[in-house]
């Protein structure tokens, strides 16, 4: 284990000046109530793993991890340690990786084989993480280190599980912004998340939070669900976002809605709501039947509809293919959990046992 006093003593060395001046204003900017405490009986300072998906992102790991380390010198009561997992970028990142690792002690590198996601290099991440409370990031400085004094501030002022930086102004593109307000609803309706709270890609976990966590070993995990299966003393504290300070986001649709198929693995909601339809237009169906049959009965000479009988039969047909649809995502889900699909696989560590 190693801490903040030999890491970020060189870290602050790495960094340079406009950087450092960037920090030391974003610092100033954090009242001094905001700053955590460790509580009396806390014997030394609490180990934070900071945990990175990294993709395609040899122009910005390094301020991130530098400007990590230099928050964390103004903080004696809290350490740091890194654990950085390269998702299969092909670019320089992980050799960036072992550069950083090489230089800073608390620096922890893993290569995957291949690009597996987001959110199950997360789930790697964790799995090699040791501190007492677990920090998620992003590795674009849109997540800025600034603001991990807040966020560490709420989690002691409440004692939580789990605290939620959420955005006071949201800085992502409208794909981006899109598909977060269908993980928020997603999430309320088929999670039963209240819709008071938010999430987002900046969030801090305990140690218990995290060891259950890492136990689940689906190959399609979605860490906020999990988040939300887990724990419901949760919390949100605001803080700012900042613009990406290199390229553009990693996530395409194809991926976004992949994420957001990832819900389908938490609960059984879809597949009682397409009981419940199925239950409704056959009633609706019975009904109407009759309803032809008096009418026929009454006016013999009433034209059949053929029309409106192609019509009723597509409509149907579309509800059917809706349910299969629905069921085929948990019979394939099914499938792929069963023949042992790797959540991710490791191909290289550096200062890793």
């Known amino acids: 284990m190693v801490g903040h006093d030999s890491c970020s003593d060189d870290a602050l060395k790495g960094i340079?000046?406009?950087?450092?001046?960037?920090?030391?204003?974003?610092?100033?900017?954090?009242?001094?109530?905001?700053?955590?405490?460790?509580?009396?009986?806390?014997?030394?300072?609490?180990?934070?793993?900071?945990?990175?998906?990294?993709?395609?992102?040899?122009?910005?790991?390094?301020?991130?991890?530098?400007?990590?380390m230099a928050v964390f010198d103004t903080l004696p009561d809290y350490d740091c340690e890194f654990v950085l997992v390269n998702d299969g970028s092909t670019d320089g990142t992980y050799p960036l990786i072992r550069q950083l690792a090489a230089e800073y002690p608390c620096v922890r590198g893993i290569n995957l084989m291949r690009n597996f996601g987001q959110h199950n290099a997360l789930m790697c991440a964790m799995s090699h993480a040791k501190g007492d409370y677990i920090l998620g990031m992003d590795d674009d400085l849109q997540t800025h280190p600034s603001q991990i004094p807040v966020i560490l501030a709420k989690m002691e002022e409440g004692n939580y599980d789990l605290v939620y930086g959420v955005y006071r102004e949201d800085k992502n593109g409208l794909l981006k912004r899109l598909s977060s307000w269908l993980n928020r609803t997603t999430a309320h309706v088929l999670l039963d998340r209240p819709k008071t709270l938010r999430s987002s890609n900046f969030w801090l976990v305990t140690r218990d939070v995290c060891d259950q966590l890492v136990q689940y070993k689906n190959y399609n995990p979605n860490v906020d669900a999990l988040f939300t299966r887990m724990t419901s003393n949760v919390a949100n504290v605001t803080i700012e976002h900042h613009e990406r300070a290199w390229g553009q986001s990693g996530y395409t649709l194809s991926k976004l809605v992949k994420l957001w198929l990832a819900y389908f693995n938490y609960t059984t909601v879809p597949l009682r709501l397409v009981s419940k339809v199925g239950v409704a237009t056959a009633v609706i169906g019975f009904i109407a039947g009759i309803i032809t049959v008096i009418r026929k009965l009454t006016d013999p000479t009433m034209p059949a509809g053929w029309a409106s009988i192609i019509c009723i039969l597509l409509f149907f047909f579309g509800l059917v293919l809706i349910a299969l649809g629905i069921i085929g995502e948990y019979l394939g889900s099914i499938v792929l959990s069963l023949n042992g699909t790797p959540q991710y696989v490791i191909r290289e560590k550096v200062n890793l046992d």
């Open 16 to 68: 340079d000046e406009k950087n450092h001046d960037d920090i030391a204003v974003s610092i100033e900017r954090v009242e001094a109530s905001d700053v955590p405490q460790a509580s009396p009986e806390t014997v030394g300072p609490k180990l934070v793993s900071v945990v990175i998906g990294c993709y395609y992102s040899e122009h910005t790991l390094r301020d991130v991890v530098e400007q990590v």
